[in-house]
């Protein structure tokens, strides 16, 4: 449902591209079929690269299978074997029954960390952190006036939300947000929602947080529709399939990005991946806090982030991987998760290859593959 990848690009006057590699490939495709565009964050965040979600789906597919990659769907990571400290083998249940998986490289890039937290890695998660970034979900509208949509200002929309929240005939937790433009005429995206001090691996709250996401949107749609310009004809035609969740277990790697990396721009003699994205903290209450990294500013996430600490033949990556709370809400867009995802399969296989473990792989020969690979590891203006 999510449909701009963020964190491509630093945010300011002059953008640079941070990433490159398959997340690049992804969104070059992506123009290509001319089912995406660049346009500036509402918030000043940096260049997105808005994209159609369905057709993301069939260039995935299209990557992986020209790959070779033997993908299988519809099947959960229920359990490890762990031999030795090393991680040998993942249990799986799909609808065939369970399977047993074993490997010479295991890679968690579950969000929530599932196969660390079967491994027995320490980790951080809702119960640890007293300000975890809320859940959203998003929705769709179609048959939406964007001309006269786009001539409200930012402002203008948060004041009317104000206004309605104010008369109490709308229940609005958020009071501020946003809709963009899709690459379909009339269709826009709405992030808007908040669900706060849900632990996104208690299935109950999850549950829960569901139900009152999806009371959420029919709530904001019915603002947007009665108080703003060009949407009084819309219709709601999608809601995330599931709930968003921004945080929930950040695993404790060999290294842990902090806040102070982030706005000092630390840069890492191991670093597998750059970022400039602010620190986008969704707390409870009705605004988001934005932190920006000075002077667009551009930091490295080291290789030891993806490496979970105490276990061998094992990485992180993705919105799970080794940060602290603050860190993470600047990491986890999705340009960078890509990223990280590329350096982590490439250090897997190197790995596998080589019969070392991730942990003793050389970071610089790491390093000199992502370049190969058109990963960038220092910013292009
Ligand atoms: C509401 C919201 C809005 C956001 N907006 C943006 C935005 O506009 N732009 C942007 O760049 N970023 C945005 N982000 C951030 C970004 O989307 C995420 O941080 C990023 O997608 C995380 O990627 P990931 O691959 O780590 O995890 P995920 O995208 O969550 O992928 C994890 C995958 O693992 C699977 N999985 C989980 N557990 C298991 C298991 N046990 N076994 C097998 N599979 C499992 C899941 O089904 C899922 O497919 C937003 C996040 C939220 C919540």
């Known amino acids: 449902m999510l449909d701009t990848f963020y964190a491509f690009y630093t945010p300011g006057e002059k953008a640079r591209r941070v990433v490159g590699g398959i997340g690049w490939e992804v969104a070059?495709?992506?123009?290509?079929?001319?089912?995406?565009?660049?346009?500036?964050?509402?918030?000043?965040?940096?260049?997105?690269?808005?994209?159609?979600?369905?057709?993301?789906?069939?260039?995935?597919?299209?990557?992986?299978?020209?790959?070779?990659?033997?993908?299988?769907?519809?099947?959960?990571?229920?359990?490890?074997?762990?031999?030795?400290?090393?991680?040998?083998?993942?249990?799986?249940?799909?609808?065939?029954g369970e399977s047993v998986f074993e490997a010479e490289a295991i890679i968690d890039a579950s969000g929530d960390a599932d196969v660390c937290a079967m491994a027995g890695v320490p980790y951080e998660d809702a119960k640890s952190t007293p300000n975890l970034q809320s859940l959203s979900t998003i929705f769709r509208v179609a048959n939406v006036d964007v001309e006269k949509a786009s001539a409200l200002p930012k402002t203008e929309l948060w004041a009317l939300m104000h206004r309605a929240a104010e008369?109490?005939?709308?229940?609005?937790?958020?009071?501020?947000?946003?809709?963009?433009?899709?690459?379909?005429?009339?269709?826009?995206?709405?992030?808007?929602?908040?669900?706060?001090?849900?632990?996104a691996t208690d299935p109950e709250q999850l549950t829960r947080a569901e139900i009152d996401g999806r009371r959420q949107v029919r709530e904001y749609h019915r603002f947007l529709r009665d108080?703003?310009?060009?949407?009084?004809?819309?219709?709601?035609v999608a809601t995330s399939p599931a709930i968003g969740v921004r945080e929930s277990r950040r695993v404790i790697g060999d290294y842990r990005l902090t806040r102070d990396d982030v706005l000092k721009a630390r840069r890492f003699e191991d670093e597998i991946a750059l970022c400039g994205a602010p620190i986008e903290d969704h707390a409870s209450g009705?605004?988001?806090?934005?932190?920006?990294?000075?002077?667009?500013?551009?930091?490295?996430?080291?290789?030891?982030?993806?490496?979970?600490?105490?276990?061998e033949g094992m990485l992180v990556a993705?919105?799970?991987?080794?940060?602290?709370?603050?860190?993470?809400?600047?990491?986890?867009?999705?340009?960078?998760?890509?990223?990280?995802?590329?350096?982590?399969?490439?250090?897997?296989?190197?790995?596998?290859k080589s019969q070392k473990t991730p942990r003793s792989l050389d970071a610089s020969a790491l390093r000199n593959c992502l370049l190969e690979n058109r990963a960038l590891l220092d910013p292009i203006d």
């Open 28 to 96: 070059e495709q992506l123009k290509a079929e001319g089912m995406a565009f660049e346009r500036p964050n509402t918030y000043g965040a940096g260049t997105g690269v808005t994209y159609d979600p369905e057709v993301l789906k069939v260039v995935w597919e299209r990557l992986a299978e020209d790959a070779r990659v033997d993908v299988l769907l519809h099947t959960w990571a229920t359990g490890v074997a762990l031999r030795d400290g090393r991680i040998v083998s993942i249990r799986a249940w799909n609808k065939g």
């Open 167 to 199: 008369s109490g005939d709308y229940t609005l937790p958020r009071l501020e947000g946003s809709w963009h433009r899709t690459p379909h005429a009339g269709v826009v995206t709405v992030h808007m929602t908040r669900i706060p001090n849900v632990d």
């Open 227 to 236: 108080k703003v310009p060009g949407f009084d004809r819309s219709v709601l």
């Open 286 to 311: 009705p605004d988001t806090r934005w932190t920006y990294v000075p002077g667009g500013g551009v930091y490295g996430i080291p290789y030891r982030c993806l490496l979970p600490e105490g276990v």
């Open 318 to 352: 993705g919105r799970c991987f080794s940060a602290t709370h603050d860190a993470h809400a600047s990491a986890r867009s999705m340009a960078t998760c890509m990223a990280m995802g590329q350096a982590a399969g490439t250090a897997a296989a190197m790995a596998v």
